[in-house]
């Protein structure tokens, strides 16, 4: 097969002929229709992830048909079209057991535990635990582009931040985690207030959702511009960059018995960031991550696309080739393009 390959970190990727995946007894083969490129991608090719051990494959947001399945799998035949979290679980642990399999004590990572969908073909663990079916309204582009992003942030917004209506939720950083973020929680009914340094960054926020917006370039404190345009301060606010600047400003931003939502990823030198912690404990103000979503939660994500009130689509930037991902990951950390690539053509 076809597949998108770094020998070593920061060394640039290349377009290889390498041997087709087999699946586990537990696991599958998926044929990869559609994959989306990711910042976590970006993290994982300059060596901030633990997991890999090139020669690698990355690539975590995925959707397409079964072609292969392994012998113990009871739920899944070839020729089913899924997606699947970019956590996955055991299916055997305490997490497991409880439901979070965000959170399971032996997760995999597509694209970080193992080769990832960069590829024409990916394997994925634990089948029976961890495939979504996707509906037959929903197509692989789309599908893909709910990726880590779209589904982090429908968990972050909803069941972590339990977000309702007439609320204030300010989103920091308007890539495809933000721009997920506002469209959930103005679906949710919220007020949202989109904060990022780019200008075709906040006009896309504003056509998915956002009532307000706040360059971070043009404004002296961000978390008094948010506090001022909230009245008050958010009730639920994001970082969806993933920064310690943005971190600061999401907990700075929050009114009283406010909720900061960790959803950017935070590693290497930025994964001890400050925080204002007299403000949390004098407002009693809720820190808390979101860490993927579990299979058995995407049905109301899909319940709300189907209704219309969720329109994932809208926020795909651009579609590109698999060779063109290679360009599109080294350069995820320039920011050079609104909305969710995704790469459709293998």
């Known amino acids: 097969m076809k597949a998108v390959v770094y020998e070593a970190f920061n060394t640039p990727p290349q377009l290889k002929h390498v041997p087709d995946p087999t699946p586990e007894p537990h696991g599958v083969v998926v044929q990869v229709k559609a994959t989306g490129v990711c910042r976590s991608d970006w993290h994982g090719w300059v060596g901030h992830d633990a997991d890999i051990q090139p020669p690698h494959v990355p690539g975590h947001e995925l959707a397409g048909v079964i072609a292969a399945v392994g012998k113990n799998v009871t739920k899944w035949h070839i020729g089913d079209r899924v997606t699947v979290p970019f956590v996955g679980g055991c299916g055997a ?68 931040g339990k977000t309702s209506a007439g609320q204030w939720v300010a989103v920091h ?16 009914g919220a007020n949202v207030v ?39 301060g958010a009730h639920v606010s994001l970082d969806a960059l993933g920064h310690p600047t943005t971190c600061f400003n999401s907990i700075s931003n929050l009114r009283k018995r406010g ?39 995407y049905d109301a994500l899909f319940a709300m696309i189907e209704s219309g009130k969720l329109t994932p689509e809208k926020l795909i930037g651009r579609t590109i ?25 293998f």
Request: hydrophobic share 45%.
């Open 93 to 160: 642990c305490p997490q497991c057991a409880s439901g979070n399999q965000q959170v399971c004590d032996h997760q995999f990572q597509p694209g970080f535990t193992h080769w990832g969908s960069f590829a024409e073909y990916v394997g994925i663990h634990h089948a029976d635990t961890n495939l979504v079916r996707l509906p037959d309204t929903l197509d692989f582009v789309a599908a893909a582009s709910l990726g880590c992003r779209f589904v982090t942030s429908f968990r972050a917004v909803v069941d972590q």
């Open 173 to 188: 950083g308007c890539g495809g985690v933000g721009l997920s973020a506002i469209m959930i929680a103005n679906a949710m």
């Open 194 to 232: 989109a904060i990022d340094i780019s200008d075709d960054a906040l006009r896309m926020a504003k056509a998915v959702g956002a009532t307000a917006v706040v360059n971070a370039a043009h404004v002296a404190n961000v978390a008094e511009a948010v506090i001022e345009i909230t009245k008050g």
């Open 259 to 297: 909720k900061h939502i960790q959803v950017g990823l935070m590693l290497a030198e930025q994964s001890t960031p400050a925080i204002p912690m007299s403000k949390v404990i004098a407002h009693e103000l809720e820190i808390l991550g979101s860490h993927g979503m579990q299979a058995h939660r």
């Open 321 to 345: 080739s698999l060779e063109q991902s290679i360009d599109a990951l080294v350069k995820m950390d320039q920011f050079e393009v609104a909305g969710v690539t995704v790469v459709t053509e």
